[in-house]
């Protein structure tokens, strides 16, 4: 059998502000607290110091990993970033990202193939299978990959979407026989031209919020369904979690059930549902495919009231979005967080996951869908277990309305506002203004 490629360690690096969704935003846009701890999932947004950017926070993370792994750039022959929140056209910016690196190790990137990946949130992923071919192809002369998903998620202030902000950058080596997880080789996909969601020439996104929810819903539905046509682990039984792109967790919630419809489908937590709330309806049963899907929505409906989803819901998907609900919406990052968040809550609970299955839910607005398997590797606790991110989330500083309002403006590159730093840099990539970009401070 093939050796496995896949993810051989995680570092993450959160933007070190915090906004308060029920008690700091909430009173002021007179809104219900719970219409953001209970509906949207969210409790905190990550959002990045006046000296944060994505450069520094990819570069800080990339370099907890390499340091952690006892790597530097010579064992690296690839490095990708995936944002949507990217300043440049024509330098990627894993560019600026090695010139951080580079400040502080002997050897340099020279050698190393770098680019910028760019589908919405989907990219992470999509570096993720382009290093996996890379490798796979053998083109990679014993080097492994790094992969940085690095975003600010920022709204224009008055947008629905503010309550889903964050910021922050997830840093993963990808190499041959990985501690973490190892990719399978079959993939589902989903893909359309889609306009709910875009950002043509500006910073923030133009976004219908809510049809951005159905077309998440559509194009995951068909990565389903084609990963169904070619995998053969397809059953809710063969996955111990499923981490699904984030958006905010209340939107997971949604994704969970369609996906749970798919994967019980012909197994025998189906029929033991069968007494309780029927079969599933089957579409050649059906005069249209409106009547078929109203049937669906009937049965989901049903569905999502039963022990049996429930119980399934609490320990498949709820783990995996522990982090989110604390950091909010961090774009590429976001399902990779998922995933992390996943791993994380098994090492708390003890739980042994080596060889066990995730089946992993990207989606990036635009639109396109990705499901595939990941099998859990033998050294995955050893590999998580050290990963500081709740050192790092109780760091931040807790932001007034008034200061996050401040801060936006920084963020904002129409403005020009400048502000006191909130925290202090302690041995990390700081944004110093554009030109010479960033330095270690
Ligand atoms: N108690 C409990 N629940 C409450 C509540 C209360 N007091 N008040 C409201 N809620 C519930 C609502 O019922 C709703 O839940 P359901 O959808 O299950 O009914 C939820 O809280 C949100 O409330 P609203 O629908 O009223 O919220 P909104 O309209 O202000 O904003 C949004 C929701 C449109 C999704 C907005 O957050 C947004 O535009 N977000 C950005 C776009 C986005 O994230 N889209 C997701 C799919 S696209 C994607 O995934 C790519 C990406 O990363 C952006």
Redesign the pocket.
């Known amino acids: 059998s093939q050796t496995p490629v896949g993810i051989d360690g995680i570092e993450l690096w959160s933007g070190k502000l915090r906004l308060d969704l029920p008690n700091t935003f909430a009173p002021v846009k007179d809104?219900?607290p719970?219409?953001y701890t209970?509906?949207?999932g969210v409790e905190h947004s990550s959002l990045p110091d006046v000296y944060e950017d994505i450069v520094t926070m990819g570069a800080n993370a990339a370099k907890q990993l390499l340091d952690r792994k006892g790597l530097t750039p010579d064992d690296i022959g690839r490095i990708d970033v995936a944002t949507e929140s990217a300043f440049d056209n024509s330098k990627p910016v894993s560019t600026y990202i090695a010139g951080c690196l580079e400040e502080v190790y002997e050897d340099d990137f020279h050698h190393a193939n770098k680019g910028e990946r760019k589908f919405?949130?989907v990219s992470g992923t999509q570096s993720i299978d382009d290093a996996y071919n890379w490798i796979r192809a053998g083109r990679n002369r014993g080097r492994a990959a790094l992969v940085i998903a690095t975003d600010t998620?920022l709204?224009e202030r008055g947008?629905?979407?503010e309550?889903?902000q964050g910021a922050g950058a997830i840093a993963m080596l990808i190499d041959s026989d990985p501690d973490i997880v190892a990719l399978s080789t079959e993939q589902g996909f989903g893909s359309a031209d889609e306009t709910?969601?875009l950002k043509p020439n500006q910073q923030f996104?133009s976004?219908d919020?809510?049809r951005?929810?159905q077309?998440?819903l559509a194009r995951m539905r068909e990565a389903l369904e084609d990963y169904e046509s070619i995998a053969d682990d397809t059953h809710s039984d063969d996955f111990a979690y499923i981490p699904f792109?984030t958006?905010?967790p209340?939107?997971v919630?949604?994704a969970a059930l369609l996906g749970f419809r798919h994967i019980s489908r012909g197994t025998d937590v189906e029929s033991a549902l069968a007494s309780e709330i029927g079969s599933q309806p089957r579409e050649s049963e059906y005069v249209s495919r409106e009547a078929y899907e109203e049937a669906i929505r009937g049965y989901m409906d049903e569905l999502k009231e039963t022990d049996t989803y429930r119980e399934w819901y609490e320990t498949a998907i709820d783990p995996t979005v522990n982090i989110a609900r604390m950091v909010g919406?961090w774009?590429t990052g976001?399902v990779h967080i998922a995933r992390l968040s996943t791993l994380m809550s098994a090492v708390d609970a003890d739980r042994d996951l080596a060889g066990e299955k995730l089946l992993v839910a990207s989606?990036?607005?635009g639109a396109q869908a990705e499901i595939h398997a990941e099998t859990v590797q033998p050294g995955w606790r050893e590999a998580i277990a050290p990963i500081n991110v709740d050192t790092q989330l109780e760091a931040r500083y807790d932001l007034s309305f008034d200061e996050y309002e401040r801060v936006h403006d920084v963020h904002n590159h129409e403005k020009d506002t400048e502000i006191e730093a909130f925290t202090t840099p302690e041995s990390e990539f700081v944004f110093t203004g554009w030109g010479r970009m960033s330095e270690r401070r």
Do not use: I, Q, W
Request: proline share 8%.
């Open positions: 809104e219900d719970e219409k209970k509906g949207l919405a949130c998620a709204y947008d629905p979407g309550a889903t709910d969601f996104p976004v919020g809510k951005s929810m077309v998440y792109h958006p905010f209340g939107m919630r949604k919406n774009y976001s989606y990036g607005s």
